[in-house]
């Protein structure tokens, strides 16, 4: 059973509520109807009556719920709440119904902090800081969490490294230009999800330019000193490093580089220095090696909330509300 396969399966088990916010864009109504049709989730999807009918043209999503902010009867509790959480900065009773009634995406996150949804996806046809804003807004970071941090879980067919063929790359959505500190905590989160959606132990490499000093640069000193914060701040992983990328992850070029690391060559947690590194990786392993690529996912909000790429397919969608559904099952 391939990855996303096995999410699926997961996801049904204990089945959870997910909002789609973006019904403007057919490809989520796609979506909400083969999830529906497969039986991952329950599906809210935002919007209109008359939208929604018209984007759904040829599509069952009878299964799902269709709620319009404007006619909504939780409206005036979601108004309170959100005053209550932002009156601080200057939020009033009419700037919150402006808000939930034209902000699709701030009206489902509403819907997750009140408790009548399990999670989130959005961003098929918003940015993503259109997506996480309200959501740090709102949710705010999750208990003991340092920052929020994005990561792509990354499937390459006929592979015999990682877990079998299964990467998680992370930083590779959200935080530009990460310290020493803040990758630490990345590296922690990411290995956390790889656990959570993965199901195997997450083996974790610290990527650069250098390979055990091979190199020195201002860089790698940031990644040498982020893998001596990570290990001490999470010893429950197997987390090491500087790495390059052959080192990490080939298991003959690893034991020639870095002979005395037992994570050199068998990483399945890759953790890039900057976003820079972490956004081409990605994109370079989805278009050469044709991996499948599931994200941005998020860690760090207190709810399930993730983004998609503008690019993605449907059937991308689908696969994104299922690992949500899975990421609610342990909340």
């Known amino acids: 059973m391939g990855f996303i396969d096995d999410i699926k399966a997961r996801a049904k088990q204990s089945i959870k509520t ?100 399990d999670g989130l996806v959005s961003g098929a ?34 592979c015999d490294m990682g877990a079998n063929g299964t990467f998680l790359f992370s930083d590779a959505g959200l935080n530009q230009n990460p310290n020493a500190e803040e990758l630490a905590a990345i590296a922690g989160s990411t290995a956390k999800s790889f656990e959570q959606l993965v199901g195997s132990e997450p083996i974790v490499a610290m990527l650069s330019h250098s390979t055990k000093g091979s190199a020195k640069h201002a860089d790698v000193d940031k990644v040498v000193e982020a893998t001596k ?47 820079d590194a972490g956004n081409i990786g990605y994109k370079l392993t989805q278009r050469l090696a044709k991996a499948e690529a599931y994200g941005p996912l998020t860690q760090g909000i207190a709810a399930p909330v993730n983004d998609l790429s503008r690019g993605c397919s449907s059937d991308d969608i689908v696969g994104v509300v299922a690992i949500t559904a899975v990421q609610a099952q342990s909340k």
């Not at 003959?252 to 947690?269: F, L």
Request: glycine letters at 6%.
């Open 125 to 158: 046809c918003h940015s993503t800081a259109d997506t996480l804003r309200p959501c740090l807004q709102i949710l705010k970071t999750a208990p003991n969490t340092k920052l929020v941090s994005a990561f792509f879980v990354m499937v390459v067919p006929n």
């Open 18 to 117: 997910i909002v789609l916010p973006e019904s403007m864009d057919r490809r989520t109504i796609e979506a909400a109807a083969k999830t529906l049709e497969e039986g991952n989730a329950n599906v809210i999807i935002i919007g209109s009556e008359e939208e929604v009918k018209k984007n759904s043209e040829g599509l069952d999503i009878s299964g799902a719920t269709i709620v319009d902010p404007k006619t909504s009867d939780k409206l005036p509790a979601y108004i309170n709440k959100l005053v209550e959480l932002r009156q601080a900065k200057g939020m009033t009773p009419e700037k919150a119904k402006e808000l939930l009634t034209t902000d699709y995406i701030t009206y489902g996150v509403m819907m997750v902090k009140m408790g009548d949804a």
């Open 229 to 275: 914060i990570a290990n001490e701040l999470y010893p429950e992983y197997k987390i090491d490093g500087e790495f390059q990328l052959d080192a990490a992850i080939v298991p003959s070029v690893g034991a020639s580089k870095a002979p005395g690391s037992d994570i050199a060559g068998k990483a399945n947690v890759l953790i890039f220095p900057d976003l």
